[in-house]
């Protein structure tokens, strides 16, 4: 321990840089093992980001078309309407009928399945879990790697159902049967929902493959004296994360093997028996129960919505953290509360389902599950709020986009309040007060989170700093264009507006709320084009992007102690944790950092870390 | 000051005229009132520190990591308030939904969905359903397209039972109690002034009650993603005052006996009927 070497000042880091992080790459290995077949993580992150961006940006287009039918309806999409191909559009350019709900369940399943969790577990995951333990690589590369490669077959293949009979599956994102036993079909019929069934089924092995892997990694290769209570947010986030991942999706896994014979060879675990359909079933043998998919669905689909925000929490508090140079708040009491939100996404799967047959019964327990998960979220957010707190925040979009999913995950949360008071959820169940809550939670939370971590670590990814003004450009234009698109949609769902409709025109009751429906299409297309921004600066900055120094935000985490873009392996120093991850502005130092790889003693006094000369055994305090 | 509209979210809900569909929309006035409270709360907090402790280069972080009693403060209290919330929804809650709590019925309706409409069966002249597909399970094998409730065309009570598409007609003031299911996927019954929401399940049946105080003419529809048709499945019903909603079952009725007169139920196929004779 006494052998590791301290440094203080900046430039020292930056010049060891380059040199260390090439004595590890390995040469030896051919292009395709290290750009393609690689084993390293910060590889496979920068594939799970770049395959994720591709269809964040086509989940974003299906977004816009289904948004120009319900504001539209019926009329031709503008500028490429004739070039869309005709399966899609009627030869006006409107939007067909039967793609307007391919649409629907695409864009819904594309952005879950292929968008956000493979950006938030995916890419964080592997990013930051090694580096922020202060080790080399995962305890298990090699399942690392396939665990990534089993996303674009699945992405190829739930896209392919474009040359299939009948397109992309249509059942929603959520593809309750009987309607995604698609009992119309003779048996062995591959449909858009049969390849949507295996696509899922390998993303789900996906999860499970890297969660054992972060489990594993986070349990055994912590940096020498580094404790669990020492590990930042970021890293208790994606644990939980990990957790969750590897006691959920199994289920998933299970019930899409289920759907996929109810689908493919016409079995009956969720088809009820009689059913009038064109064809009837090949096995008339059971009475299936459609209701018991919503239950298996949901026991995943539930604890899912929480695998798609639990990492952001924690990045989101490192972030805050850092820009406020203060520490988090209250950091153990955020690892309960993320411990808490994680135990009780077990237990409320039924509130997705109060209106959907189950015994009323067990809506009074879900209700109250339900309700009692707004108490770690509060805790959570006033810790946030209590981490600003005379603090020196610094605006950069790292920070911006970190306030951002604090500030819409306040709305998100409350608006879940309605739909968690399961009286009032009669009313506004599947109706667009729904759509607009989870995209407040999930854009305005998750992705607003994930833009967050891609500004704060973009510089050890690429060794390249982004563009601090595009940046804010793409701040202020998403945050804008995002609730001028999502806060509408409250209110079009107040007005009765049921989800997954193709066309609002024909009903008397939705006449109030037609000038809101095309408000909210013209800010999402503006939604959508800021994106570009991003775009631009992450290719951009890859090339022609300002020198990143080695610890760019003077923060504390492991991380920063790399070189600014490490190679395979790496570190280039021994690493040894001497204190927590949030220790800013310590009373007694100059600098107003102090690094978890930095010796030197301190104590902590009224929940305020002082630097002394030496730690006495006989300390009142004891040590930090 | 018709923009103020925006911020009352109350004002966009369409035209209550079901009797528990008042309660419901108070319900959610108070979450709201709640919401917009700790909005302003928690919004006022972070903008009033954004502006208090923005950047300023002569000025240093705090180094405090937390107090156990700000933290139960802050664990205690949401947990009273939404643990009050609960409670107090869980009371309507049972009241609306339970089983046991659904009332006894002035008119009982069958209703059934189907890709994509919805159908309704009334008793008929004699008050009474004939053996159909909800009061016996076995008769399930009887649906058919043309014979959806699954009548059996040999129980007489059935005979007067009749069937109407796409709409129904209710009397005002009388609890109506219908029983919900469907043909082959899910749908949900939504009548939004009605303030009744349930989905249906082929081979379940729902109860679904309300009971209107405000005659009119309004529109059903489907919430459940059922299909490419799933957004048309539109209808209507009217609600009657009762002398005018006997008016029309009168009228119903004698078509139903006039229909029968030559041949027996013509919504049964008999052939399909008669193979399932024990």
Avoid at chain 1, 150 to 176: E, H, R
Avoid at chain 1, 463 to 482: C, D, I, P, Q, V
Avoid at chain 1, 563 to 584: K, L, M, T
Avoid at chain 2, 85 to 114: A, N, Q
Wanted: hydrophobic content about 45%; some cysteine; proline content about 6%.
């Amino acid at each position: 321990m006494s052998t590791a070497v301290t440094h203080s000042s900046e430039a020292e880091h930056a010049e060891h840089a380059h040199d260390h992080g090439h004595d590890h790459a390995h040469h030896d290995l051919p292009w395709y093992r290290k750009y393609v077949f690689s084993t390293d993580h910060k590889v496979i992150a920068k594939q799970f980001m770049l395959a994720s961006m591709l269809f964040l940006f086509v989940g974003g287009a299906f977004a816009l078309f289904l948004r120009w039918q319900l504001a539209y309806p019926g009329q031709p999409v503008p500028v490429i309407g004739t070039l869309l191909p005709s399966q899609w559009v009627d030869n006006t350019g409107a939007i067909a009928q039967d793609f307007y709900y391919q649409l629907v369940t695409m864009h819904g399943s594309i952005m879950i399945f292929l968008v956000i969790i493979p950006l938030a577990v995916g890419m964080f995951g592997n990013f930051c879990i090694p580096l922020m333990l202060g080790t080399d690589d995962m305890a298990l590369p090699r399942l690392n790697m396939w665990s990534f490669w089993l996303v674009p077959p699945a992405g190829v293949i739930i896209m392919s159902a474009f040359y299939v009979d009948g397109g992309y599956a249509a059942a929603g994102w959520t593809s309750y049967p009987p309607l995604s036993g698609v009992i119309n079909n003779p048996t062995f019929t591959v449909s858009g929902q049969t390849l949507w069934l295996i696509a899922v089924f390998l993303i789900g092995f996906s999860s499970i493959m890297g969660a054992v892997n972060y489990v594993t990694t986070v349990l055994n290769k912590r940096a020498k004296g580094m404790k669990l209570f020492d590990m930042p947010l970021t890293i208790w986030g994606l644990f939980i994360t990990a957790i969750i991942i590897t006691l959920g999706t199994p289920v998933l896994a299970a019930a899409v093997a289920m759907l996929f014979m109810d689908n493919f060879f016409h079995t009956s675990f969720f088809l009820p028996d009689n059913l009038i359909a064109h064809t009837r079933h090949g096995i008339e043998a059971g009475a299936g129960q459609p209701v018991l998919w919503q239950h298996l669905f949901w026991f995943y689909s539930h604890p899912a919505v929480y695998i798609m925000i639990l990492p952001l929490m924690g990045i989101v508090s490192d972030v805050m953290a850092t820009f406020s140079r203060k520490p988090v708040y209250g950091y153990k009491a955020m690892v309960f509360a993320l411990a808490g939100i994680a135990f009780l996404g077990f237990i409320v799967w039924g509130h997705h389902m109060f209106q959907s047959g189950m015994n009323p019964l067990l809506g009074t327990t879900f209700m109250l599950s339900t309700i009692v998960i707004a108490v770690p979220s509060s805790i959570k957010v006033f810790n946030w709020l209590g981490t600003l707190w005379r603090g020196n925040i610094k605006f950069t979009s790292a920070m911006l986009n970190a306030l951002a999913f604090v500030s819409m995950f306040i709305i998100g949360g409350l608006s879940g309040v309605f739909m968690a008071s399961a009286p009032v959820d009669i009313y506004i169940h599947d109706t667009y007060f729904i759509v607009a809550h989870i995209h407040y939670v999930l854009f305005g939370g998750s992705l607003f989170g994930i833009f967050a971590g891609i500004y704060y670590w973009y510089p050890k990814m690429y060794g390249k700093m982004l563009n601090e003004s595009l940046g804010r450009k793409h701040f202020y234009w998403s945050f804008a264009a995002f609730n001028a698109t999502f806060f509408p949609m409250h209110i079009i769902g107040l007005g009765g507006h049921m989800r997954r409709i193709h066309d609002p025109s024909i009903y008397e009751f939705l006449k109030p709320i037609e000038g809101w429906n095309k408000f909210v299409t013209i800010a999402a297309i503006i939604l959508g084009f800021s994106q570009l921004f991003l775009v631009i600066n992450i290719l951009w900055s890859m090339k022609y992007g300002r020198k990143a120094p080695r610890n760019p935000w003077r923060a504390n985490t492991l991380e920063w102690a790399a070189p600014p873009h490490p190679g395979h392996g790496n570190f280039d120093r021994d690493i040894v944790v001497y204190r927590g991850p949030y220790e800013f502005s310590v009373e007694g130092r100059e600098l107003d950092y102090w690094p978890q790889w930095e010796p030197g003693p301190s104590i902590s006094v009224h929940h305020h870390t002082v630097v002394v000369e030496t730690v006495q055994e006989s300390n009142p305090f004891g040590t930090h | 000051m018709d923009f103020l509209k925006v911020f009352d979210m109350l004002a966009w809900f369409p035209e209550n005229i079901s009797t528990f569909g008042g309660e419901l929309d108070a319900l959610f006035a108070i979450i709201y009132y709640v919401s917009v409270g700790i909005f302003f709360l928690t919004f006022g907090i972070l903008g009033y520190f954004l502006v208090k402790y923005r950047y300023r280069p002569d000025r240093r972080g705090y180094n405090y990591h937390g107090n156990n009693i700000v933290e139960l403060t802050w664990t205690i209290l949401p947990t009273i308030l939404f643990g009050a919330i609960g409670l107090y929804s869980d009371e309507i809650w049972e009241r609306t939904k339970y089983s046991k709590r659904v009332p006894k019925p002035d008119v009982e309706i069958l209703v059934m969905g189907k890709t994509f409409a919805w159908m309704f069966l009334y008793a008929g002249a004699d008050g009474k359903f004939g053996r159909n597909a909800h009061n016996d399970r076995s008769a399930r094998a009887l649906i058919s397209l043309d014979n959806p409730f699954g009548i059996d065309s040999n129980d007489v009570n059935g005979d007067d039972d009749f069937f109407v598409e796409n709409q129904f007609k209710v009397p005002v003031n009388a609890n109506i109690v219908m029983r919900g299911s469907s043909v082959d996927v899910l749908h949900s019954f939504f009548l939004p002034n009605m303030r009744v929401k349930q989905d249906v399940v082929p081979g379940t049946w729902m109860n679904i009650w309300f009971n209107s105080f405000k005659p009119g003419h309004y529109e059903i529809a489907c919430a459940e993603l059922c299909g490419t048709g799933h957004g048309g499945m539109r209808g209507q019903y009217d609600v009657l005052s009762k002398s005018e909603f006997d008016k029309w079952s009168d009228s119903k009725n004698a078509e139903m006996l006039a229909a029968q007169t030559p041949a027996p139920t013509p919504s049964a196929d008999p052939a399909e009927a008669d193979s399932t004779k024990k």
